[in-house]
Antibody, heavy 119, light 110 residues
Framework: QVQLQESGPGLVKPSETLSLTCGVS?????????WGWIRQPPGKGLEWIGS???????YYNPSLKSRVTISVDTSKNQFSLKLNSVTAADTAVYYC????????????WGQGTMVTVSS | QSVLTQPPSASGTPGQRVTISCSGS????????VNWYQQLPGTAPKLLLY???QRPSGVPDRFSGSKSGTSASLAISGLQSEDEADYYC???????????FGGGTKLTVL
């Protein structure tokens, strides 16, 4: 079955860059679907970060757009998130997910990874 | 503050029917379908309903959804203790080409 797994540092210093990778198994990123990142600060709701389609289209949350880059490595069947100039407000559980093209529904999610921004 | 508006909490007793509302605007719910997610404590969200009222495989038919204009709702009938979770609505927003979420509703089964 399709599985997604986030990986990356659990602690990032303020003003530095948060970098996460989402490994995909059981499905090729090149076969279709959007692929996205969503985050959830402790005790708060879900916030969409951005999504991309394998052909190159990428969409970002306007509130994060100036700091976010989502990229893909189809040879490794994985995609990545970079968020620069982080502050404590970026502390959250970060999820990667597969997103249906026609419904925009996130149908398969990774387990999530907690990232804390602290010196 | 979330783009989509949900009540922060809802509750019901086992066997009851509860509904959770989700209010948006013409650029999101008014133009696109609504998806609902269930997040059990300590776990990743799970897709509960897509395209307003479609259930993915494995989701019980106790869960149903509807949409009218710029609002949507999730209904849970025959409430069970395992339904105690946070529920989020979401939709694509044409104003900036991205996903917007509701703030989430914490459902308590009394």
């Amino acid at each position: 079955q399709v599985q997604l797994q986030e990986s990356g540092p659990g602690l990032v210093k303020p003003s530095e860059t948060l970098s996460l990778t989402c490994g995909v198994s059981g499905y090729s990123i090149r076969s279709g679907y959007f692929w996205g990142w969503i985050r959830q600060p402790p005790g708060k709701g879900l916030e969409w970060i951005g999504s991309f389609y394998h052909s190159g289209s990428t969409y970002y949350n306007p509130s994060l757009k100036s700091r976010v880059t989502i990229s893909v490595d189809t040879s490794k069947n994985q995609f990545s998130l970079k968020l620069n100039s982080v502050t404590a407000a970026d502390t959250a559980v970060y999820y990667c997910a597969r997103q249906a093209v026609t419904t925009y529904a996130f149908d398969i999610w990774g387990q999530g990874t907690m990232v804390t921004v602290s010196s | 503050q979330s783009v989509l508006t949900q009540p922060p909490s809802a509750s019901g007793t086992p066997g009851q029917r509860v509904t959770i509302s989700c209010s948006g605007s013409s650029s999101n719910i008014g133009s696109n379908t609504v998806n609902w997610y269930q997040q059990l404590p300590g776990t990743a969200p799970k897709l509960l309903l897509y395209s307003n009222n479609q259930r993915p495989s494995g989701v019980p038919d106790r869960f149903s959804g509807s949409k009218s204009g710029t609002s949507a709702s999730l209904a849970i009938s025959g409430l069970q203790s395992e339904d105690e979770a946070d529920y989020y609505c979401a939709a694509w927003d044409d104003s900036f080409n991205g996903v917007v979420f509701g703030g989430g509703t914490k459902l308590t089964v009394l």
